[in-house]
């Protein structure tokens, strides 16, 4: 629109996946009652003393590692002074000046190609509590008070809505795979404070930040209105200053709320309740070590796998499934298929009776044996849809049961079928030589049904074919 160009950097704020809180021993989860998940720490009484959990510097570490960033070995943290209902001590417990991560990226897939959206940093801190508005009144929720968090900071690298929504989901399924939070937008923990500006030429804009965006497609449309915004208003002659805003879901536009408060009115400085911190190579090392493979490892194995973009996408946002077939990544086998079956009758099977599949009955060998009866033809999908449950759920011979249910691949077999059929529905088939070719769909239904799915279609069709055409 007129030549501008918009800049777009998102701030993410990550509830970790952790046993307790980040300075307290109070349960770190969800619950339904309200105020039960804390103690002195977690409401600011006087006199308590912060304790650092061990556990959330290591998650912090491990997304630090997925982002390939640079790790501060030594590091302090920090007091941000401001007053809201929803923080019981007057401060927030943060990293300012020393944060654990700094300048690393995260691949995308852009337009044409992949890019690297550069991360600022990475810095862990405290949640507040849960304000509740309700009937005039405002009720608080501490459970939510002292929950471990990072935030991760990107560079204004991104370019277009398009680009900051892939940045979100793939940030999102990188740090389910590093085991860092579980990522639940709906319920809050992982929030976006989306930057947007707008210019004319590689100079920055006047930003804007939109606060605490709470999913993906919120995202784009926050940022598609934000953009024509600041560009209406400079069309306009106005002059934008940096204001933080909301978006309003309903109305699917941004809000004023206030000015940009400079950093200085937080009055940061060193938190004088906790020691400096010292983060070991050995102890970086073995968080390293013991990551699983990461959604793009896993993209570029399938893609040499010959297993489809689709399927690559939908099994990386299935983790255990991808977990499942990454058993068999120095089988020989046909991945395509194999991804293909866990992906439908396998998946569908999962969701509706809630189980995981390790702990189904279908062991690796059962996999196996089935992706290549149905590669070499000798069983069809109908009969693979037919089985699969009991594959799934009993301790059953698989071998033998294969061989009750191969298909039929021999001609004359199949013609004695085809034969049975014509001569049962002679009225259908005497209409198809008259040319109501409408009817081959019918015999041809009724062929399969003869031989209880065990003909392959393909070749089921061909000789049907051939036979109607060439009988007297």
Known sequence: MNNYTPTIGIEVHLELKTNAKVFSKSLNGPTKIANTNINEIDLGYPGTLPALNKEVVEKAIAACLGLNMNITKKMHFDRKNYYYPDLAKGYQITQAKTPIGRDGYLEIEGETKSKKIGISDIHIEEDTCKSLHHSGKTLLNYNRSGVPLIEIVSKPDMKSKEEAAEYASRLRELMVYLGVSDCKIEEGRMRFDVNVSVSKDNTLG???????????????????YEVKRQINALENGEILKEDTRKYDETKKETVFMRRKEPDKDYRYFPEPDLPYLYLTDDLIKE??????????????????KNISNINIDKLISHKELSDYLNQFLDDDIDFQIASNILLGDIASYLNKEKVSIFETKLT???FITLVNSLKNEEISSKIFKDIIEDVLTKDIDLNNLLENTKQISSKDEILKIIKKVTETYKESFEEYKKGKEGNFKFLMGMVMKESKGKINPKIASEILKDFLDNSN
């Open 364 to 366: 690796k060998d059962k």
């Open 287 to 304: 968080i390293e070590n013991s990551l699983e493979l990461l959604p793009n490892e896993r993209r570029n194995i399938y893609k040499s």
């Open 206 to 224: 006047v930003r804007s930040e939109i606060k605490n965006i709470g999913s993906i497609s919120n995202i784009k449309d926050a940022i598609d």
